[in-house]
């Protein structure tokens, strides 16, 4: 009898049957929740070079933003809010997951120029991160020499030990090591006391939020060089079929309004790509 996703009991969650499946070999996770904020892009100034109708038409969109952002910000500052809203950057491409609203909150907090509630928060959410991937993970590291100092404990706050942790797990994704522990330099310099962080307030906590974005877009990205998509899939992204079973692609994380890629994934028929 041919075995299809349509019998398994949990569907494309009942992973312990994938092997018996008639299809198995053609068949790819595909994540396709996602979020990211590309408004920057649209409050840049028209180049010179551009053809007069893709200037008007980005003047408009441009006129479009503001006028979205002053309804949300309101009019007083909103200069201050746009300039904001430029220095910081597009938000990157990122699964849904546990970080994505509090992540939207300490930019919307830089924005409104609240720059020490942004730079405290994109120094916690960085700690709050790193303490999820050890937490939701170390079940499937038992055998590893770290297991015995992390597997009792709830909560993490050294960031070199769990950052060391995570690398030697091959968890963190090349740069993003590096990343934490510049996040987590700022964090040691804001959030413990320095006189100097009432001078430096606005640059550190757009550099927070920089830091903390580039951790997301290299760790949680949808668009990008993570090594466990398939290559050259333009439009859409599908598990390579060696990392299916990968602690963190597989592990879920969810909060009550969101999901990552152990609860929103579709197992989506992929030809052409059945060795990958």
């Given at each position: 009898m ?8 949990r ?11 008639a ?8 994540p396709?929740?996602?979020?990211f ?35 949300r ?5 909103i ?14 491409m ?21 720059y ?14 790193l ?10 590291f ?5 297991y015995?100092k ?33 996040l ?13 962080t ?17 951790i997301i ?5 949808y668009?990008?060089?993570q ?21 963190f692609?597989r ?10 890629y ?7 028929r992929?030809?052409g790509?059945?060795?990958?």
């Open positions: 041919r075995k299809t996703i349509a019998d398994l009991t569907g494309i969650y009942d992973h312990g049957a994938h092997a018996d499946l299809d198995r070999g053609y068949r790819r996770y595909h396709f929740s996602f979020d904020d590309s408004t920057p892009l649209n409050l840049a100034e028209a180049q010179e070079h551009w053809d007069e109708l893709v200037k008007q038409n980005h003047r408009e969109n441009r006129a479009q933003a503001v006028k979205r952002l002053e309804q910000y309101g009019s007083t500052d200069e201050s809010v746009v300039k904001n809203v430029t220095d910081l950057g597009s938000k990157s990122s699964l849904l997951a546990y970080h994505n609203q509090f992540h939207e909150q300490a930019r919307r907090s830089f924005v409104a120029g609240l020490y509630p942004a730079l405290v928060a994109a120094c916690a959410l960085g700690e709050r991160i303490n999820h991937l050890v937490l939701d993970l170390r079940d499937s038992k055998s590893s020499e770290h015995r992390v597997y009792r404990k709830e909560s993490f706050d050294n960031w070199m030990f769990v950052i060391t942790v995570l690398t030697d797990w091959k968890v963190l994704i090349d740069g993003v090591g590096s990343e934490f522990l510049m987590g330099e700022l964090r040691n310099r804001s959030i413990h006391f320095d006189p100097d009432y001078h430096s307030l606005r640059e550190d906590a757009l550099a927070a939020l920089q830091r903390l974005n580039a877009a290299k760790q949680f990205g668009f990008g060089l090594p466990w998509y398939i290559d050259n899939t333009p439009g859409a992204q599908f598990v390579k079929r060696a990392f299916e079973d990968v602690p692609v592990a879920p994380r969810v909060t009550s309004n969101s999901s990552g152990g609860q929103s994934n579709s197992s989506t992929e030809a790509h059945g060795d990958c």
